[in-house]
């Protein structure tokens, strides 16, 4: 699986992409995954019919085969190659804050080409540095090697890291839409029904004052892209706690990004058990 990987990089970008779609195809087929991409949609969506959320689950496979197959080249595009593929909208928020070498933290998810994303924001000459979790078996080696290839720097653990990044004027990319465990999360709304959510982002700008942007990379219709920005955001004190504050920002960031999501359904990564973790008072 790791050379088929690297093999990839080379492809035309028709012919990658149509292999990918072939394997999406036959994965949604054979249930890869598909009881959970199907189980998650009836959360988010229990309005719709079964039929609609199987469609929609079917568009999925194929949104994320063809964001895949368009990382996958990224070592071996040109800047003119990519940068003519995304539009850079609301990039200038960024760029104002490297620009003034000033820390600030990036919330996003696994939403549009959130591979791709670090590729061209490194590109852009963006220090991004990513909190990720470690990856195990040669063919996740080959897909993380894509990121160092393009300039990606990666982290695994550790708040002093991350503050440490933010201090010295890096830009901190935080996925904001993974189930984490209960000692460490805040349980806040998500599609009505309470998610474990970091409150990583949160605590970093409470901690050193930094600004935070949520920021994600859609894909359009016709196979480019455009990232989509908001805010900056502030963490502004106004409880005695700072839990309280902490948690209400949180709450926000994830309301923010809910919206996104149901604007555009087809493009988050629905294959992730984001409601698996419960609340304390939930407990059996």
Not at 108 to 114: L, P, Q, R
Not at 142 to 149: E, G, H, K, L, P
Request: charge should be positive; glycine fraction near 6%; aromatic fraction near 10%.
């Amino acid at each position: 699986m790791g050379a088929l990987i690297a093999i990839f990089r080379y492809l035309p970008r028709a012919l990658a992409r149509a292999m990918l779609l072939c394997l999406a195809t036959l994965a949604f087929a054979l249930g890869v995954r598909r009881r959970v991409a199907l189980d998650n949609l009836a959360i988010a969506f229990p309005e719709m019919r079964p039929r609609e959320r199987w469609r929609l689950a079917f568009r999925n496979y194929c949104h994320l085969a063809l964001c895949a197959a368009d990382f996958l080249r990224s070592p071996s595009m040109s800047d003119a190659e990519l940068f003519s593929q995304v539009q850079p909208d609301g990039w200038g928020k960024l760029d104002a804050f490297v620009e003034a070498r000033r820390g600030v933290v990036v919330a996003t998810a696994h939403m549009g080409n959130f591979e791709l994303f670090g590729v061209y924001g490194a590109r852009r000459k963006v220090p991004f540095t990513i909190l990720t979790r470690p990856l195990k078996g040669g063919a996740n080696a080959r897909w993380v090697d894509t990121r160092a290839v393009a300039g990606v720097r990666e982290i695994h653990k550790g708040m002093e890291n991350l503050l440490a990044a933010v201090r010295s004027g890096e830009v901190l990319a935080l996925l904001i839409d993974q189930n984490m465990l209960s000692r460490r999360a805040i349980f806040t709304p998500f599609f009505g029904k309470l998610a474990a959510t970091t409150p990583a982002p949160a605590v970093v700008a409470e901690r050193t004052g930094a600004k935070v942007l949520l920021a994600v990379l859609l894909r359009n219709g016709d196979g480019t892209y455009r990232s989509h920005f908001e805010g900056p955001y502030s963490l502004e004190r106004t409880s005695a706690e700072v839990d309280e504050d902490v948690a209400r920002f949180t709450a926000m960031l994830n309301e923010r990004f809910e919206a996104i999501v149901r604007a555009h359904p087809e493009q988050w990564f629905w294959l992730h058990r984001r409601w698996k973790t419960r609340p304390p008072e939930e407990a059996g």
